[in-house]
């Protein structure tokens, strides 16, 4: 009996034990559910409770473009950026023509005419800092040596503005039969900038008057980016790196064939004319920047936010359509499904690049194409389509 009232006695014991445990327990839980968790100051928000675009869609859209391109389209890279969202990005295809490697969001490719962007930005920094008046003629920012021109052209008759939304009249080099025998015939060698003024000199007339109209050329390019040399006193890929990679974090960007740092990028073709292999100064600051589909959307985001001008005032000025056409400063306007977009394509030998801005749904978009044989691809902008997707 003895023994049982001990017992009884100890479980009583026990039972009072583990109420007191069970009371300090709900407490303590209590109190942590009414602390607000420590901020996480990197990431405000863990990666799966950001809320997702509409992923399958828009896969959908470059997967099927992808198929009925035919094989002309080597690799397809994209990247779709709308804040409070996860960040789309995605590649299919591959990253040559051995087929065996896959194509992936860090690989570089160039850009072709979307490099205007970038140069346009420097140049409109330079302005910022008071060293170029966008109204002032050229004459007053370029070498000597651009004097070669002025066997067709007046230059103290054309304005910065003027070379920046294509309404100078001065011819493209580009499409000139003989320029671009060379470029063919040998690829990898460099070509002075001088030597390709020659060529519109030899092959084109003026395409009007000085601010009467508009009419694209690369050429306009080629000179900003041999003034932005002379008025920033250093090389392009030097001003590029400073001006606008160091300032918002691009590691992979660079003006094509002149960064030591630049190593491989994607291959894309003309024939069997790898358009890697061309050296960059055959388009140079108008057309031969090579970044990745990632640093792309990054350098758009910040160019339309503000981060690469001292005001913000100087992106609504470079976004400012021009008197003859919706280009304005090294960008262009466009609708897409009523909602006006701005931004660049570029095309080059082997590649094609695509980057908007729609203030609408704050989204960037770009996408990278790396190209196969000499069939187009098809004729159709997916970009619209996808923008469509866009919340």
């Known amino acids: 009996m003895k023994e ?71 690799g397809i890279l994209g990247y779709i950026d709308v804040p409070g969202y996860k960040t789309w990005k995605i590649a299919m295809g591959y990253f040559d023509d051995s087929r065996i490697r896959r194509i992936n969001t860090n690989d570089k490719f160039i850009l072709g005419s979307v490099s205007k962007t970038f140069t346009a930005t420097i140049i409109l920094q330079l302005m910022e800092e008071g060293l170029i008046n966008l109204d002032a003629p050229v004459i007053h920012y370029l070498p000597g040596r651009v004097d070669i021109l002025e066997e067709e052209y007046d230059l103290s008759n054309i304005t910065v503005r003027q070379l920046l939304n294509h309404e100078s009249g001065i011819a493209d080099f580009i499409d000139i039969p003989a320029f671009t025998n060379q470029m063919i015939a040998q690829p990898a060698n460099m070509i002075n900038q001088f030597d390709i003024l020659s060529y519109i000199i030899q092959y084109r007339d003026p395409l009007f008057a000085p601010g009467t109209s508009f009419e694209y050329s690369s050429t306009n390019y080629l000179l900003l980016g041999i003034m932005a040399e002379y008025i920033g006193g250093k090389p392009f890929y030097l001003l590029l790196k400073e001006k606008i990679c160091l300032k918002i974090g691009l590691e992979s960007t660079h003006l094509h064939s002149y960064d030591p740092a630049e190593g491989e990028i994607a291959h894309g073709y003309y024939g069997t004319l790898d358009g890697s292999i061309i050296h960059g100064s055959y388009g140079w600051t108008a057309g031969m920047i090579v970044t990745t589909i990632k640093e792309l959307g990054k350098f758009l985001r910040a160019l339309a936010s503000g981060e690469l001008f001292q005001d913000q005032s100087t992106f609504e000025l470079m976004i400012t359509p021009g008197q003859y056409s919706t280009y304005g400063l090294g960008i262009f306007e466009v609708d897409f499904a009523g909602e006006n977009c701005y931004g660049h394509t570029g095309k080059a030998f082997g590649y094609r690049a695509r980057m908007f801005f729609n203030p609408e749904k704050d989204a960037v978009l770009c996408i990278g194409i790396t190209t196969y044989g000499i069939q187009e691809l098809p004729n159709e902008n997916i970009t619209p389509a996808l923008f469509d997707i866009l919340p």
């Open 4 to 74: 049982t009232a001990g017992c009884s006695m100890l479980i009583k014991i026990l039972k009072i034990v583990a109420m007191m445990i069970l009371v300090s327990a709900m407490v303590d839980c209590s109190k942590d559910l009414l602390t607000p968790p420590e901020p996480v100051v990197d990431d405000p928000l863990p990666q799966d409770t950001i809320p997702r675009l509409p992923e399958d869609e828009l896969y959908n859209v470059l997967s099927d473009y992808y198929s009925r391109s035919n094989h002309c389209a080597l």
